[in-house]
């Protein structure tokens, strides 16, 4: 079974600028989570969705949105590039059973690597 | 204060011996917790999932949580120099979204 994809797998912009990034969940599920992750750092949390609705929304500005299409898969925009937007963007989908207690794992892509001149 | 935190290391071990990485959280709140592995350049891989107080081991690997103290921990038996590797702590919140830590740098020297 294919994996989690992204598209591009690199990206050059530059500032002030605006990119989309992509992503194509495992077959069967439905949820896909965004975060950025700068080098030296742990994934920060960007965005969640659910059937196609926002479940979470991480601490970065209005310039981040993003959207999940009825296919489950979901796209990240960017608008007004900074520098310190320039970072590995990752996308991770999971089943989602609905369990109170949730375990549920979440699979990486491959991310984008975004570079911000 | 950050929702997850970790040693960032380096941790050095030799080859053969126990690595122990650790991880505290702030959301009391918090229901289930994970541990990845991020190797150079690749995206994050997990490693296992504990929601209950107590050890849960799966192979080499031993994930700890004491949801009083709000510390997860995980030990690695018989490291070998393909564990090193940054271990990553995530915390899943009521909301389903998930924290992780800043990670920790593992190397295992042969």
């Known amino acids: 079974d294919a994996g989690v994809t992204q598209s591009p797998t690199h990206l050059i912009k530059t500032r002030g600028q605006h990119v989309t990034l992509r992503c194509s969940p495992i077959?069967?599920?439905?949820?896909v989570s965004w975060y950025q992750q700068v080098l030296g750092q742990g994934p920060q949390f960007i965005f969640q969705?659910?059937?196609?609705?926002?479940?979470g929304r991480g601490n970065f500005p209005d310039r981040f949105s993003a959207r999940q299409f009825p296919n489950y898969s979901s796209e990240l925009n960017v608008n007004a590039l900074l520098l310190g937007d320039s970072a590995l963007y990752l996308c991770?989908?999971?089943?989602?059973?609905?369990?109170?207690?949730?375990?549920?794992?979440?699979?990486f892509g491959p991310g984008t690597r975004l570079t911000v001149l | 204060q950050k929702e997850v935190e970790q040693n960032s290391g380096p941790l050095s071990v030799p080859e053969g011996a126990i690595a122990s990485l650790n991880c505290t959280y702030s959301?009391?709140?918090?229901?289930?917790f994970f541990w990845y592995r991020q190797y150079s350049g690749k995206s994050p891989e997990l490693i296992m999932f504990i929601y209950s107080n107590g050890d849960k081991e799966d192979g080499r690997f031993t994930a700890q949580l004491n949801k009083a103290s709000q510390y997860v921990s995980l030990l690695i038996r018989d490291s070998q120099p393909s564990d090193s590797a940054t271990y990553l702590c995530a915390v899943i919140n009521l909301a389903n979204n998930l924290f992780f830590g800043t990670g920790t740098r593992l190397t295992v020297i042969p």
């Open positions: 969705y659910y059937e196609k609705e926002e479940r």
């Open positions: 077959s069967g599920h439905k949820s």
């Open positions: 959301d009391r709140g918090s229901q289930s």
């Open positions: 991770a989908s999971s089943l989602d059973r609905g369990l109170a207690v949730s375990t549920d794992t979440q699979y």
